[in-house]
């Protein structure tokens, strides 16, 4: 690992201010819904959800999406073509949906989820909230709210943990190379 | 190595697929189902891509199944009916499917009534194939679909008993049925007179009998196959009342079955023939399910094979 870049402490402030700025920027929790974009984006809804609940008192509806059928680099999952779960239990029309994701890089998986959202139903507005966003943009597309602002080569990895999902909060920064080779 | 990584490129029996592969490809199967139900049925991962439905034989069901399939999933379909084509004039498979090749189609959809002819397309084409239904030798997405359907009533295949009644030697259903079930953890039983039941197709997980009761027994689905009727005057059987009276999949016989058991047909149906109409308009009856089940199974073996291949 080349640096620890949120800690779990850290992380928990970061998505508290963006749980305010979404109720301030929507002007509270009415007619919103927020939809996870699968793998990790999907506990980082939750904990919004959980946290919205705690400051407004309002249970908004949770979504997960997963875009594997919207991607346009399929040869990427040629080899795993497992399609997981999409499940957006309420009517996404005539409401404000807030997609979640843990890292936002190319824009490609939000490009893909936007189409993703937009063949479900017809929200009255969607905005992008992303816990780190580490530049290298090939689409303009910009989130709404950002976690923390990571400027980053692209020979590095960002690796986001969740006690969800890898059994520990934190976000940290890797070489490339590091991890392949770990992978091997 | 992951059990998925090594990726059949043909869909044309199930020699090559792994059990992992195969749940991978039904486990998918379920978000395809998901995408049917949308206001938007269809999604755009094979877009871009061109698949060719080459049917040297008729079947209007399966035809459309398939085509509807690749334009759920955004492919673009050139259908290709021998009927109507140079193979009257005496070209060959290999030159068709050369043309077709040349027209830069990415993947085919063989249907033919002759054993090895969907081999023969992915010899020639060097592009994905799925066998349609090739003589009385295979019939995988059928299998596949017939898998899917017990798959979502039971929740699992593992430790089912399919027993599967008629004409079992013409049946390239009851073969693909034969090989995949036992793969997936579930056993068959093949049933039908012994004039249409052969020996070889005995096996680990498979087992025959001539006796329906015996074969419904602890069946979980039951399947009913087509009375293929041209057989009546090879002799195979004495008179369709005859063979109704004893192989008829009915009420009368499902008195024998558990409770719980349901009734497939891979269709088309001879009505009072193989099945009851009673039995096939009945509350066991999934036979339409199939037919629904059939289009996500189709949708997710062209994204298995696709994917990746652009």
Known sequence: MKASILSADEMRRALTRIAHEILERNKGAENLALIGIHTRGIPIAARLAAKLQELEGVDVPLGRLDITLYRDDLSEIAKQPIIRETEVPFD?????VVLVDDVLYTGRTVRAALDALIDL??????QLAVLVDRGHRELPIRADYVGKNLPTAKSEVVKVKLQETDGTDGVELWDLEEVQAAQQ | MNALSSKPKHLLDFQDWSAERLNALLDNADTMMQVLDRPVKKVPALQGLTVCTVFFENSTRTRVSF?????RMSAD???FAAGASSVNKGESIRDTIEVLTAYKVDAFVVRHQAAGAAHLVARYS???VINAGD???AHPTQALLDAYTIRREFGTLEGKTVAIIGDV???RVARSNAELLPKLGAKVILCGPATLLPRELAAEGVTLTTDPREAVRNADAVMALRLQQERMDAGYVGSLQDYAR????????LAFAPNEAVVLHPGPMNRDVEISSETADGPRSRILAQVENGQAVRMSTLYHLLVGRA
């Open chain 2, 135 to 137: 003589g009385r030798r």
């Open chain 1, 121 to 126: 139903g017809r929200p009255e507005g969607i």
């Open chain 2, 169 to 171: 030697r013409h049946s």
């Open chain 2, 246 to 253: 004893v192989y008829q999949v009915n009420e009368d016989l």
């Open chain 2, 77 to 79: 379909v050139v259908s």
């Open chain 2, 67 to 71: 085509e509807l399939a690749a334009r």
């Open chain 1, 92 to 96: 996404l029309d005539r409401r404000r």
């Open chain 2, 126 to 128: 060097g592009k994905p």
